[in-house]
Each structure stands twice: as C-alpha cells, then as structure tokens.
C-alpha cells in the first residue's frame, strides 16, 4: 500500500473505526497498553488513529501519538479533550517511514494494529528502532497470516483488496523481524480464536 491509499482508505474508515475495526481490535490495544502501563514512561504510538487507546495509559506516562490521517487525528484530539488527558503531549501527523524525532528518544514505543498497513513496514520498524532508547521496548500487536487453514484461505483471497479494506489480511510476521538491532523478548495470540498476536521486542542495549 502507497500513503496515498493508506490517507484515503483511514479517511473512509475515520467516522466509523471505533465501532467497527476499533471493536475487533480492543483485546490486542488492551493488551499492549497494560504491558506498557507497568513498564514505560516517555511513550510514542505509532498509528494512534483515532485514539482509542489513550484514556486507558496511566496518568503518570508522557505519551506522543502520531498517525498518517488528519482524519483520524482530529478524533484522538477530540478524545483528548473529552477525557482531559493531561499525560498526552502531542499529536501529530507524521510518515512512519520517516519520524521526526531524535535518535534514542522514547523508552517505549506501541505499534497497534498498524504495520500491516503502513507502505514499506520494514522501514516503518527500522525507524521505530532508531527512535527506541537501547533496552528499550517495541509493543506491537498485529494480525499475521497463518500458515494453513480455512483462514489462511481467506486471507489470501482477500489480499488483492488491501488498498479497499486498508490492510494486508496475508501479512507474514517475518517482514518485521529483520531489524537486527531489536531482539523478540515474548510473542503470543491474543482472543479471539488467536486472530491478534502480542510481540514485545527489546532494542539491544550496546547499539
């Protein structure tokens, strides 16, 4: 997927994500902001859309979200605003592919949902990497395709609509795990029925 069809494809899904896509993501979101909630501190969320997650990070954490959709982003300020989330610092619109922040910045960074969808997600996690403070944490929940089965078939069948649906159902796990400085610390499925995988992935400390 290009960004321009990412942009288009969040801003279709915009005013009615949370009902719809944001509904069969909860158990992965919830997940990753409990671990980072007993682990972090300076926080970035990458494809924060339209800040679902951000009432649930605890109070004490500074959090920086940014996401591709304009769209998207005038909902998670809106939700800012609502909830009064004072631990939110800022929220920008930004390419993933190239983030405009400091090496060895945050101590933990939250990928929900998302590099399934950005263009060039190799890239995308190389980037997420360089921001990470060494020892830092990289969270990310995701749905990757499945090696057999009747949802394996499905998931092929519908890659060819990625640009329409607004993201790639036959994503394979390993696109993400060649970025040689970060390290897999735990992986595991998430309800239901093990469609969402939890990765945790540590910076390595000397890099």
Not at 21 to 47: M, S, W
Not at 175 to 193: D, F, N
């Amino acid at each position: 997927m290009d960004i321009n069809a990412v942009q288009k494809s969040y801003a279709r899904w915009a005013p009615v994500y949370d009902k719809t896509f944001g509904a069969i993501t909860n158990v992965g979101r919830r997940t990753a902001v409990d671990y980072i909630n007993a682990h972090g501190q300076n926080i970035l969320e990458v494809g924060v859309g339209t800040g679902l997650s951000l009432k649930h990070y605890h109070p004490g954490l500074k959090v920086t979200g940014i996401d591709a959709s304009e769209e998207m982003l005038e909902k998670a300020r809106a939700k800012v605003l609502e909830h009064d989330l004072g631990h939110v610092e800022s929220l920008r619109q930004m390419d993933a592919r190239v983030l405009d922040f400091p090496d060895n910045h945050f101590d933990t960074i939250a990928a929900m949902h998302i590099v399934s969808v950005v263009p060039e997600p190799e890239r995308v996690v190389a980037e997420m990497a360089r921001v990470c403070k060494p020892g830092g944490k990289i969270v990310i929940t995701n749905h990757f395709a499945r090696d057999k089965g009747f949802f394996s078939a499905v998931e092929r069948l519908t890659a060819p609509f990625a640009n329409l649906i607004g993201w790639h159902s036959d994503f394979e796990i390993g696109r993400i795990l060649r970025e040689e400085s970060l390290s897999v610390k735990e992986k595991k499925s998430l309800p239901p029925i093990g469609m969402m995988t939890f990765l945790l992935m540590e910076k390595t400390a000397n890099v």
